[in-house]
T-cell receptor, first 113, second 114 residues
Framework: DSGVTQTPKHLITATGQRVTLRCSPRSGDLSVYWYQQSLDQGLQFLIQYYNGEERAKGNILERFSAQQFPDLHSELNLSSLELGDSALYFC????????????FGAGSRLTVL | SQQGEEDPQALSIQEGENATMNCSYKTSINNLQWYRQNSGRGLVHLILIRSNEREKHSGRLRVTLDTSKKSSSLLITASRAADTASYFCATDAGVNTGFQKLVFGTGTRLLVSP
């Protein structure tokens, strides 16, 4: 157990739907990162939050949004889902925004039918 | 686009042999990291090497870094079946920006057969 908790572990939904993925960072970590891993795109950085504020943005679609709450948990919202959004979504956390080593959660596997 | 590209994409060896994976990247970095991912699971940090270091060891792992060639290699010695996993290099793409955007390569799938 890495200390980073992601829910749900698996999610199956239909095109056009909206889902929310949740991440609780490791105790004491202030920064949360979201990554998408699909077979054809590898591991893509989506977005980073530090202590509630957005710090870095990657290849995140406009249909996707995220936020980090005062208790430091984070949610990734995916809307108007398409087949191509099927992927593993990972959350990772670090102590600070400049910390080097990421601790990953087990991931949320999203399947869009 | 990916910052790092691993080579080879896949590697199959026998237990006891050494496995070498290479990573090339495009821009200046503060550090380079290697992570391991067992099938469908979260990534686990293995080792970090800073831009001013040339070689680092951790147990059966040896990492080298050549900043002039923008490349790194990961050597796993005396491999075991339990080493079967995907291995990713990752570089920080936020040099001098005060924050870290860790960008991962495409990964090398290692299969170690008993």
């Amino acid at each position: 157990d890495s200390g980073v908790t992601q829910t749900p572990k698996h999610l199956i939904t239909a095109t056009g739907q909206r889902v929310t993925l949740r991440c609780s960072p490791r105790s004491g970590d202030l920064s949360v990162y979201w990554y998408q891993q699909s077979l054809d795109q590898g591991l893509q950085f989506l977005i980073q939050y530090y202590n509630g504020e957005e710090r870095a943005k990657g290849n995140i679609l406009e249909r996707f949004s995220a936020q980090q709450f005062p208790d430091l948990h984070s949610e990734l919202n995916l809307s108007s889902l398409e087949l191509g959004d099927s992927a593993l979504y990972f959350c990772a956390s670090t102590r600070s925004s400049g910390a080097n080593v990421l601790t990953f959660g087990a991931g949320s596997r999203l399947t869009v039918l | 686009s990916q910052q790092g590209e691993e080579d080879p994409q896949a590697l199959s060896i026998q237990e006891g042999e050494n496995a070498t994976m290479n990573c090339s990247y495009k821009t200046s970095i503060n550090n380079l990291q290697w992570y391991r991912q067992n099938s469908g699971r979260g990534l686990v940090h293995l080792i970090l090497i800073r831009s001013n270091e040339r070689e680092k060891h951790s147990g059966r792992l040896r990492v080298t870094l050549d900043t002039s060639k923008k490349s790194s290699s990961l050597l796993i010695t005396a491999s075991r079946a339990a080493d079967t996993a995907s291995y990713f290099c990752a570089t920080d793409a936020g040099v001098n920006t005060g924050f870290q955007k860790l960008v991962f390569g495409t990964g090398t799938r290692l299969l170690v057969s008993p």
